[in-house]
């Protein structure tokens, strides 16, 4: 899947704050030059003062119809290298998953369509990478919800 640039459309439902952090995800932890996102929207990052830290940020019991398109913004360090954005079943059975482009102390605002019904699944941002430049932060996270 890839993540595709658009603007948040406006009638979009947030999806409040992560229900999960482990390991160094931190609200606002980008690199220190990383602005915040476009729009009045809290951010999370794994940077959090070092390349090497790592996590998952999770928001979990999330039920999203096929068709749904889920929006945030993500920004990266130099290397994408060991990040992944994954939508997991509660059972842990990876669903769906996209590919994640260096986006370099920028924010890609985008946006990703479930292409099947979800119920109780999670929304997943990891960072399992240790070397130089590499970390990920995302903004809140919006569901628009399938025409019906």
């Known amino acids: 899947r890839r993540l595709v640039m658009r603007d ?6 947030a999806l409040g704050a992560p229900t999960g952090i482990s390991g160094d995800w931190t609200l606002a932890g980008g690199f220190r030059t990383l602005q915040s996102p476009v729009g009045e929207l809290d951010w999370w990052g ?6 090497a830290n790592q996590g998952e940020l999770v928001w979990s019991g999330v039920d999203v119809q096929a068709g749904a398109v889920l929006q945030f913004q993500l920004s990266t360090g130099p290397s994408a290298g060991g990040m992944n954005v994954l939508l997991r079943s509660e059972t ?7 590919g994640i482009s260096v986006a370099q102390n920028n924010w890609l ?6 292409e099947t019904d979800v119920e109780n699944a999670d929304i997943v941002f990891s960072d399992a990478g240790s ?9 809140d996270i919006r569901l628009q919800v399938a025409p019906q």
């Open 92 to 98: 842990g059975e990876i669903l769906d998953q996209v």
């Open 46 to 51: 794994s940077w959090s003062g070092s390349d």
């Open 8 to 13: 948040a459309a406006p009638d979009a439902l």
């Open 109 to 114: 605002p985008v946006e990703w369509r479930v």
């Open 131 to 139: 070397e130089w430049g590499q970390w990920m932060a995302v903004s």
